[in-house]
């Protein structure tokens, strides 16, 4: 997922907006308490002002489990959401 080559500068831009569209700040929270990498930290990576480490990839790599859960997540309560409309029409 992220190698060494990434270490040293801001994550792509493509990964900084599927991150931010899919993770909450209870997220950073959650995953900053378990990588003691800190909720300040994995927002400046993630908003990309701060570049990504060693130290720091272990939370980048929490947040993109975080974001894929929340992802999957989002997609079958809409597809719920579309059939309960659907029904009303």
């Not at 993770?23 to 990498?37: G, L």
């Not at 990309?48 to 990839?57: A, D, G, I, P």
Request: aromatic share 8%.
């Amino acid at each position: 997922m992220l190698s060494e080559d990434d270490y040293g500068k801001p994550i792509n831009e493509k990964l900084s907006i599927t991150l931010r569209r899919n993770t909450t700040k209870d997220d950073y929270a959650n995953i900053a308490s378990r990588t003691n990498v800190s909720f300040s930290t994995i927002r400046d990576v993630v908003y990309r002002t701060n570049s990504l480490t060693k130290s720091n990839s272990r939370a980048i790599k929490a947040l993109v489990k975080a974001a894929f859960d929340n992802s999957l997540a989002s997609q079958l309560q809409a597809e719920g959401d579309k059939r309960f409309l659907y029904k009303l029409l």
